[in-house]
């Protein structure tokens, strides 16, 4: 069975970092994108980032480039969102959700399991 | 970047009536188009993707149809655990983008 777990979520001041991560297990890890999409609460889904299963290929909403990074580390089956500068708008909760299809070097993009979510909040 | 455009915001139907929900793409996105149901308090769950497949174990009251701009989710006879909120999300472009939603409710 597939599981994904995500955590890293707190309250941290603008401007502040934090880094969130996704234990996954139930499947081949390296041989599945996952993508990060977060949801500001009582709003809709809007996706936040990218990375293919080998991590050699990334991508970033405009919102968040340049302030966070995606990564994962194979050995730990663990996905990870570095998360500086942040701010208000950034306050939501992040789900990390994987590919439906082997994208060992893409993504397709279309998420068939899904995270139950962390929340992050940005407030002074 | 593509905008989607879902209506109705709201939909509130009796239990077996027919629901079509809307999804339309401000370029066309080919058939490169998923739906999703979001339960209250729950992650979402992929229904239907490149416009009309279902997605494992989703009940075939579930269908999608449409290509390029205009897209439909239909589903054929609601069920009271179908209350949820119903998104369409394209992967035609990067970045990626999901509509807005579509709240199902049971009058």
């Known amino acids: 069975e597939v599981q994904l777990l995500e955590s890293g979520g707190a309250l941290v001041q603008p401007g502040g970092s934090l880094r969130l991560s996704c234990a996954a297990s139930?499947?081949?890890?390296?041989?599945?994108?996952i993508s990060w999409v977060r949801q500001a609460p009582g709003k809709g889904l809007e996706w936040v980032s990218s990375?293919?299963?080998?991590?050699?290929?990334?991508y970033y909403a405009d919102s968040v480039k340049g302030r966070f990074t995606i990564s994962r580390d194979i050995s730990k089956n663990t996905l990870f969102l570095q998360m500086d500068s942040l701010r208000a708008e950034d306050t939501a909760i992040y789900y990390c959700?994987?590919?439906?299809?082997?994208?060992?070097?893409?993504?397709?993009?279309?998420?068939?399991?899904w995270g139950q979510g962390t929340l992050v909040s940005v407030s002074s | 970047e593509i905008v989607l455009t879902q209506s109705p915001a709201t939909l509130s139907l009796s239990p077996g009536e027919r629901a079509s929900l809307s999804c339309r793409a401000s370029?066309?996105?080919?058939?490169?188009l998923a739906w999703y149901q979001q339960k209250p308090g729950q992650a979402p769950r992929l229904l239907i993707y490149?416009?009309?497949n279902r997605a494992t174990g989703i009940p075939a009251r579930f269908s999608g149809s449409g290509s390029g701009t205009d897209f439909t989710l239909i589903i054929s006879s609601l069920e009271p655990e179908d209350v949820a909120v119903y998104y369409c999300?394209?992967?035609?472009?990067?970045?990626?983008?999901f509509g807005g939603g579509t709240k199902v409710e049971i009058k």
């Open positions: 959700a994987k590919d439906f299809a082997v994208t060992k070097h893409t993504v397709l993009a279309y998420f068939d399991s």
């Open positions: 139930g499947f081949t890890f390296n041989d599945y994108a």
């Open positions: 990375i293919s299963g080998r991590g050699t290929t990334t």
């Open positions: 370029q066309s996105v080919s058939s490169y």
């Open positions: 490149d416009a009309s």
């Open positions: 999300q394209q992967r035609t472009n990067w970045p990626l983008s």
